[in-house]
C-alpha cells in the first residue's frame, strides 16, 4: 500500500533543488487551505503556499523544466516507467506553534498514483486515511525521501512545531493509455 525510498536523489541534485526551492526567491503563493478550495475562510490556520509547475500535463511555470526532471528521477526509482506525470506541486506548510493537521483529500478523482518527495526533515507528519475519515497510517518526512501510494488514499499534511517549515514536492502519475 504504502513504499517509501530514502535518499532518493544523488547528492548533487539533492543540493541543486534544495538550494532553488529554499531561496528567498521561489515564488509561492498563498492558499487559504493546504487542501486547494476547501475552504475561503481566510481566518483558518490550515492555510499553506504552493507552487505548482504542472497541471494536467501542461506547464504553469518557468520551474516547471527542473521539477520534471527530478520528478522522473523519483517516478523512475519506485519503477513506474508505464506512467507519465500529470501534476507537479511544490507545497510548503509553515510552523504556527501548535499542532495543525490539514484536511484529508485526494488529489483528483481520475485513477492515479502519488509520490510525496520530502525536502526537508521536519515533525509536520503527512497523515493516510481511511473511508471514514480514520488514520491508518502516517509519515514523518526525512531530507530527501519519497513514499509512494494509491492516490485513492485520502491523506492530509500537517504544520510542524519544532522546524519553521516543510516542503514537499507532490507528485500525481496517471498510467499511460
Not at 475562510?41 to 504553469?60: A, E, I, L, P
Not at 520528478?71 to 507545497?91: H, P, S
Not at 485526494?106 to 471514514?132: A, Q
Amino acid at each position: 500500500m504504502f513504499k517509501k525510498i530514502n535518499n532518493v536523489l544523488d547528492k548533487d541534485m539533492f543540493v541543486n533543488i534544495n538550494e532553488k526551492v529554499s531561496s528567498n526567491n521561489f515564488p509561492w503563493y498563498y492558499l487559504p487551505d493546504s487542501a486547494i478550495k476547501l475552504t475561503t475562510n481566510n481566518k483558518t490556520k490550515k492555510y499553506s503556499f504552493h507552487h505548482t509547475t504542472m497541471s494536467d500535463k501542461r506547464s504553469n511555470s518557468f520551474f516547471n523544466e527542473s521539477t520534471i526532471e527530478i520528478a522522473e528521477v523519483i517516478k523512475d526509482k519506485f519503477n513506474l516507467i508505464d506512467y507519465e506525470l500529470l501534476r507537479l506541486r511544490w507545497g510548503m506548510t509553515t510552523s504556527y506553534g501548535e499542532k495543525i493537521i490539514n484536511n484529508p483529500h485526494i488529489d483528483t478523482s481520475d485513477k492515479h498514483k502519488v509520490i510525496l518527495y520530502y525536502l526537508n526533515e521536519c515533525d509536520g507528519d503527512t497523515y493516510f486515511y481511511d473511508d471514514k475519515d480514520n488514520i491508518i497510517n502516517q509519515n514523518t518526512p526525512e531530507e530527501n525521501s519519497a513514499i509512494l501510494f494509491d492516490g485513492n488514499i485520502k491523506h492530509s499534511s500537517s504544520k510542524p512545531i519544532m522546524y519553521d517549515r516543510r516542503i514537499v514536492l507532490n507528485i500525481n502519475l496517471q498510467k499511460e493509455i
